[in-house]
């Protein structure tokens, strides 16, 4: 049984290496028809210095979502350098990235729309039933009520400021829209008691200032929610224009010597209304979360509160006599605000990047007619 064994391995031995030596003479020369697809890639002469750095930029670009300017980057690679091993591949990657269709599958992919909650329904109910009866007690201010009457106008209020919302959230309300109304609520409000120290009204007046405040900007708010639909990402930045634009002219106007509080006033309504207008409008183009917007806010606060109190260090506080310091201080606080804000905009400006999937398997195409499974990670 060993013998026999021994004799098969040396026959196919033998046989192997005939079949080895006669395969090179009796086999035909590789014609294009023969290579179904080629390499991927071959070993290219090496680029000058100037198109891998342009590749570079065009990588960087394509990573960050760039589409357009990788595209001109690598395409301006492969005319300095044809051969490069990387440039065809993604300069195709890129091209199909640009064309119409995989724009919409990105937005269907990444898009982060708002949905109908009921986190949202709660909060419009919650604001609006204050809302209402704040509204009850003002309008019983000015029918003089008794003590009695004060409590059954608030409740009354409470109850109709329920309804309402209930009525507005019908079919559902999404976050966005219950933050409009809501801020339509609160700003209207400020509006109406601003109004009243900038014109200097008084007691029927004054009470009819804030219920026309508070009641028009809710409508305006519900407008804007049916019409508009914002994010809440887009009613906090409005918000917080309004906010801070408001905050930094009453820290520049504390340092005035003059007293007049209807200027104080008058100028506080210009400049909290150019904030929310003007940031809204800024955020229909530049859209942002209310996630960053708070973390802006944040850096505000930080900013304005490091301002002041660097400048207080340097000077000891209020000397008590001029009020320089006083005033040094407080315009410290401001740009502190200001700096804060553009610092923080600036350090969460990729906050709200599209995140991808940790892994994602793609087909792809790959060299002359070939195709594959591109397969990416992220770890």
């Given at each position: 049984?060993?013998?026999?064994?021994?004799?098969?391995?040396?026959?196919?031995?033998?046989q192997v290496g005939d079949e080895a030596q006669t395969a090179p003479a009796s086999s035909a020369p590789l014609t294009s028809e023969t290579l179904?697809?080629?390499?991927?890639?071959?070993?290219?002469?090496?680029?000058?210095?100037?198109?891998?750095?342009?590749?570079?930029?065009?990588?960087?670009?394509?990573?960050?979502?760039?589409?357009?300017?990788?595209?001109?980057?690598?395409?301006?690679?492969?005319?300095?350098?044809?051969?490069?091993?990387?440039?065809?591949?993604?300069?195709?990657?890129?091209?199909?990235?640009?064309?119409?269709?995989?724009?919409?599958?990105?937005?269907?992919?990444?898009?982060?729309?708002?949905?109908?909650?009921?986190?949202?329904?709660?909060?419009?109910?919650?604001?609006?039933?204050?809302?209402?009866?704040?509204?009850?007690?003002?309008?019983?201010?000015?029918?003089?009520?008794?003590?009695?009457?004060?409590?059954?106008?608030?409740?009354?209020?409470?109850?109709?400021?329920?309804?309402?919302?209930?009525?507005?959230?019908?079919?559902?309300?999404?976050?966005?829209?219950?933050?409009?109304?809501?801020?339509?609520?609160?700003?209207?409000?400020?509006?109406?008691?601003?109004?009243?120290?900038?014109?200097?009204?008084?007691?029927?007046?004054?009470?009819?200032?804030?219920?026309?405040?508070?009641?028009?900007?809710?409508?305006?708010?519900?407008?804007?929610?049916?019409?508009?639909?914002?994010?809440?990402?887009?009613?906090?930045?409005?918000?917080?224009?309004?906010?801070?634009?408001?905050?930094?002219?009453?820290?520049?106007?504390?340092?005035s010597e003059s007293d007049n509080t209807k200027a104080f006033f008058a100028a506080e309504l210009a400049a909290t209304s150019a904030g929310i207008?003007?940031?809204?409008?800024?955020?229909?183009?530049?859209?942002?979360?209310?996630?960053?917007?708070?973390?802006?806010?944040?850096?505000?606060?930080?900013?304005?509160?490091?301002?002041?109190?660097?400048?207080?260090?340097?000077?000891?506080?209020?000397?008590?006599?001029?009020?320089?310091?006083?005033?040094?201080?407080?315009?410290?606080?401001?740009?502190?605000?200001?700096?804060?804000?553009?610092?923080?905009?600036?350090?969460?400006?990729?906050?709200?990047?599209?995140?991808?999937?940790?892994?994602?398997?793609?087909?792809?195409?790959?060299?002359?007619?070939?195709?594959?499974?591109?397969?990416?990670?992220?770890?």
């Amino acid at each position: 049984m060993t013998l026999a064994t021994l004799l098969l391995v040396a026959l196919s031995a033998t046989q192997v290496g005939d079949e080895a030596q006669t395969a090179p003479a009796s086999s035909a020369p590789l014609t294009s028809e023969t290579l179904t697809a080629p390499p991927l890639m071959t070993t290219p002469d090496a680029c000058p210095p100037e198109a891998e750095a342009r590749y570079n930029e065009g990588f960087n670009a394509l990573i960050q979502g760039k589409d357009t300017q990788a595209s001109e980057a690598f395409t301006e690679v492969l005319a300095v350098c044809p051969q490069h091993p990387y440039a065809t591949e993604f300069g195709r990657l890129t091209r199909a990235r640009l064309k119409p269709g995989a724009k919409l599958a990105q937005a269907a992919v990444y898009e982060n729309t708002e949905r109908r909650s009921g986190a949202a329904v709660a909060s419009l109910t919650v604001v609006q039933t204050l809302h209402g009866a704040t509204q009850g007690i003002l309008l019983c201010a000015i029918a003089d009520c008794r003590d009695q009457g004060y409590v059954a106008a608030s409740m009354l209020g409470a109850g109709a400021g329920v309804t309402s919302a209930l009525l507005l959230s019908q079919g559902g309300i999404t976050s966005g829209q219950a933050a409009v109304i809501n801020s339509g609520t609160v700003w209207g409000f400020w509006f109406g008691i601003a109004s009243m120290l900038a014109f200097d009204l008084e007691d029927d007046d004054a009470l009819r200032a804030a219920i026309i405040g508070g009641a028009g900007f809710t409508g305006v708010g519900v407008l804007l929610a049916n019409l508009v639909q914002p994010t809440a990402g887009q009613v906090s930045m409005a918000n917080s224009g309004g906010l801070w634009a408001g905050v930094v002219t009453a820290l520049f106007l504390a340092t005035s010597e003059s007293d007049n509080t209807k200027a104080f006033f008058a100028a506080e309504l210009a400049a909290t209304s150019a904030g929310i207008i003007g940031f809204a409008v800024l955020s229909r183009s530049l859209p942002v979360s209310r996630g960053r917007m708070l973390l802006i806010d944040a850096g505000g606060i930080v900013g304005g509160l490091l301002g002041a109190s660097t400048m207080y260090t340097f000077t000891g506080g209020d000397d008590g006599d001029s009020g320089d310091n006083g005033d040094a201080i407080l315009i410290s606080a401001g740009v502190g605000v200001l700096g804060g804000l553009a610092l923080t905009a600036y350090l969460t400006r990729n906050f709200d990047a599209p995140r991808l999937p940790q892994v994602m398997l793609t087909p792809t195409l790959m060299g002359k007619e070939g195709a594959g499974m591109a397969l990416a990670g992220q770890f």
